[in-house]
């Protein structure tokens, strides 16, 4: 029995998102930009259905999202876009070491532009304490990006207390929520965040589309495009809609189901349990503000690499995805203070929202007969 237990990597597309995904590929091809003939029209006025799925199941206005290739791209979008759009208002940008690197390397390039950047710490237990990000902004601070789920750990930040504290103090804040919404309640019009990033392929959805939520209203949120063409999504982000994909991140949000969690959260418990059994085994990061699909756990005394080639039916994960071919540690695990060796020996189960009891009794036995295996090389 194979069972996938990296679901942060990617999810599969649901059956039903194909479906509505196939005819736009074919006898639908049309271009939603084409505005004399019935294809464009059929085809822009379906985009705009799928726009009004994602506005719902995301708790915002349909106007207030940019669709992008990605979360990646979204996330260079909010962090370039506001900083260059906003020059004359400051220099400064802050975030926090375990951000995913489609953050971390976007705030790296705009260094190298010229931007100031601030990478904060987290506690050991992944968190964000929110007095360290008010200590961090200056008069000179214009955005301040920190993600709302961590793609390693699965640790939940307080968005709602960080977004405040950079509220009251006139710095936008953006979200990278590509973990969040098979996790959490997403209303985003309702929480004070300017800007947030999600990916269709991390909720059941297709690969290559995402979105930007971009705050509509006072104070207006300044944003420059990173991409330049033909002034598609209201000149935000110019090239041509991919349909099909658009027509998946619509169907998949709408058909977003969280009546598992709580079950989730039960079979992410007991296999923790059943791991520890063996010894020697220590959850990363904190166990109370964490999602229901996640468990990153530290096992003595096992290379996780010798236990990925111990445990060939389990999918799982050393780091994130991006990473992981690298011998370099998780930069997430080292900034919660675990040294190199005890990163080296964390792994990443990432359960999904239709993982079954049978499969997490699967991977558990496995895994335990693998560390046995491991430990007695
Ligand atoms: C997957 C992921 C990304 C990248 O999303 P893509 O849509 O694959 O570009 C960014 N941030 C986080 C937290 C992620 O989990």
């Known amino acids: 029995m194979d069972v996938y237990l990296d679901h942060h990597a990617t999810t599969p597309c649901l059956p039903e998102v194909v479906d509505a995904m196939l005819p736009w590929f074919t006898e639908r091809f049309g271009n939603a930009g084409s505005r004399s003939h019935r294809w464009g029209y059929e085809a822009r006025t379906a985009t705009e259905h799928a726009r009004g799925q994602l506005a719902l199941g995301l708790g915002c206005s349909p106007k207030a999202l940019v669709l992008t290739s990605g979360a990646t791209e979204a996330d260079n979008l909010a962090i370039l876009g506001v900083l260059r759009a906003n020059r004359s208002r400051g220099d400064h940008v802050v975030t926090v070491a375990t951000e995913h690197e489609a953050v971390l390397a ?34 000179r601070t214009v955005l301040a990006s920190v993600m709302w789920v961590n793609n390693e750990t699965g640790v939940v930040q307080p968005i709602a207390r960080l977004g405040e504290i950079c509220r009251e103090r006139g710095v936008l804040f953006h979200t990278d929520a590509a973990q969040a919404p098979c996790w959490l309640p997403m209303a985003l019009a309702d929480l004070p965040v300017d ?14 589309i995402g979105a930007l939520y971009v705050r509509r209203g006072r104070p207006r949120v300044d944003l420059e495009p990173i991409l330049h063409g033909g002034g598609q999504e209201r000149g935000l982000r110019s090239g041509t809609l991919p349909v099909p994909l658009v027509i998946g991140f619509g169907e998949a949000v709408a058909r977003l189901d969280r009546a598992r969690v709580p079950e989730v959260a039960r079979l992410r418990d007991g296999l923790l349990e ?39 039916d389990v999918a799982m994960s050393s780091g994130s995805a991006c990473t992981s071919e690298s011998l370099t540690p998780s930069h997430v695990l080292r900034a919660m203070g675990l040294t190199p060796d005890e990163a080296a020996t964390s792994v990443r189960l990432g359960l999904g929202l239709h993982t079954t009891e049978e499969a997490v009794d699967h991977a558990a036995e496995a895994l335990i007969a693998g560390i046995t295996t491991v430990r007695g090389l």
């Open 195 to 208: 800007l947030a990033s999600v990916s269709a392929h991390k909720l059941y959805g297709p690969k290559g």
């Open 274 to 312: 059943r791991l520890k059994t063996v010894g020697d085994v220590h959850l990363n990061g904190s166990r109370e503000h964490r999602v229901a699909g996640n468990l990153n756990v530290r096992i003595g005394g096992v290379d996780v690499r010798a236990l990925m080639l111990a445990v060939r």
């Open 106 to 139: 976007t705030v790296r390039a705009a260094e190298r532009e010229g931007f100031r950047v601030t990478v904060l710490p987290v506690g050991p237990d992944g968190l964000l304490d929110p007095d360290v990000l008010v200590g961090a902004l200056t008069d």
